[in-house]
């Protein structure tokens, strides 16, 4: 793949200072009225020139008016910025909906069966207040689980 050799901007300003420093080195020899005309350009080319650097300075940054510098404010709102900005808050609240529909899961069957071990058992309901026992039925019905 071949790349075009396009200067960039501070390559064209360095050939011009080069080419600026050869006609001032050349002008001395040069009679009075052709030096004048020569100066006259020169004058003419860099008013021309210079809207356009003062618009590309502005246009690249910005002063505030705290004194910071910010970049170009040219990002407008297309349709790849808003979805770039909305598919990862659409990922947030679709994965927090989903842990939470996980975590209300596991709290519904904890439920069922301590009220399953309830009314089935022939302990009194004092027993399942305490944490210990509490952990015991836990444990116990991993136990009847993993053999059935």
């Known amino acids: 793949m071949k790349h075009p050799n396009t200067p960039t901007e501070q390559d ?8 600026s420093s050869q006609l001032t080195l050349a002008t001395p020899g040069l009679p009075h009225d052709i030096t004048e005309r020569l100066r006259v350009a020169r004058h003419l ?8 650097v003062q618009s590309r300075l502005v246009k690249n940054a910005q ?3 705290n004194g910071t510098l910010t970049g170009p ?4 709102l297309n349709l790849w910025s808003i979805l770039g900005s909305a598919l990862p808050l659409l990922a947030l609240v679709v994965g927090l909906m989903a842990i939470q529909w996980v975590q209300q899961d596991n709290i519904t069957s904890e439920m069922a069966a301590t ?3 309830l009314l089935t058992d022939e302990l009194p ?5 305490d944490a210990g026992f509490a952990q015991f039925l ?9 053999h059935d």
């Open 125 to 129: 309901p004092d027993a399942y207040i």
């Open 115 to 117: 009220d399953s071990a």
């Open 45 to 52: 080319a860099l008013a021309q020139r210079k809207p356009l």
């Open 73 to 76: 404010s040219d990002e407008g």
């Open 12 to 19: 064209v300003d360095r050939l011009g200072q080069y080419f």
């Open 63 to 65: 002063i505030n008016h």
């Open 138 to 146: 836990k444990q116990r019905l991993g136990v009847n689980a993993a």
